[in-house]
């Protein structure tokens, strides 16, 4: 089984500020897929990821594609408190039809 | 559309007794998940279906454990005999044509066993 490594696990910063997690993985994956969780909430999809090097924005949020393949990044500018949660990647696992997913970067952002 | 339903959302049992977890995907899903999520483990891949038939059950922790779905609309996750250890909120999810695509996951039910 593939694994994803996410860092930092736990993040705690203030309103206003920027900020980066990464996504890191020693194997090759298909396309990567950003999650967001919010307390006693099952995960949201954010974005997903398919070409090596790929760039997408959502509103504050900038996620990146390694040229490999093989990692990702998620920045979030000028942080809110509602930015607050774990954030999952997850990859495809080997062709199988099921995800594998990192353990997460938990946020916390304060007002 | 109502999204994946869970029930119960919490459940509080005494060690040694059965456990039944319920799941209802969203209609034309047909791809069904079940996961456990803890703090130390992060979010585990324990089973899952396509078209209602079982996949993958490699992530199942032991014999213990057991999931149905005899229809499209209808999974089941059973414990049995519960053990302390199996505390954790355990999440279903559907995706509509193929495993990798988004996974759409319901609320979780949290288990609590004494």
């Known amino acids: 089984t593939q694994l994803l490594e996410q860092s930092p696990q736990f993040l705690s910063i203030q309103e206003g500020e920027n900020l980066t997690v990464y996504c890191n993985s020693s194997s090759v994956f298909s396309s990567l897929q950003w999650y967001r969780q919010e307390p006693g909430e099952g995960p949201v999809l954010l974005v997903t990821v398919v070409t090596g090097g790929e760039v997408k924005k959502l509103k504050r949020l900038t996620f990146q594609f390694g040229d490999a393949r093989k990692d990702s990044s998620l920045h979030i500018t000028a942080a809110q408190p509602g930015d607050t949660g774990l954030y999952l990647c997850a990859g495809d696992d080997q062709g199988a039809q099921k995800l594998v997913f990192g353990q997460g970067t938990r946020l916390t952002i304060n007002p | 559309d109502a999204g994946v339903i869970q029930s119960p959302r919490h459940e509080v049992t005494e060690m040694g007794q059965e456990v039944t977890l319920r799941c209802k995907p969203i209609?034309?899903?047909?791809?069904l998940f079940w996961y456990r999520q803890t703090m130390m483990r992060g979010l585990e891949l324990l089973i899952y279906f396509n078209n209602n038939v079982p996949i993958d059950d490699s992530g199942m922790p032991e014999d213990r454990f057991s999931a149905k779905m005899p229809n499209a609309s209808f999974s089941t996750l059973k414990i049995q005999p519960s053990e302390p250890r199996d505390s954790a909120v355990y999440f279903c999810?559907?995706?509509?044509?193929?495993?990798?695509?988004?996974?759409?996951f319901g609320p979780g039910t949290r288990l609590t066993v004494l």
């Open positions: 999810a559907s995706s509509p044509l193929a495993g990798i695509d988004e996974q759409f």
């Open positions: 209609s034309g899903h047909d791809y």
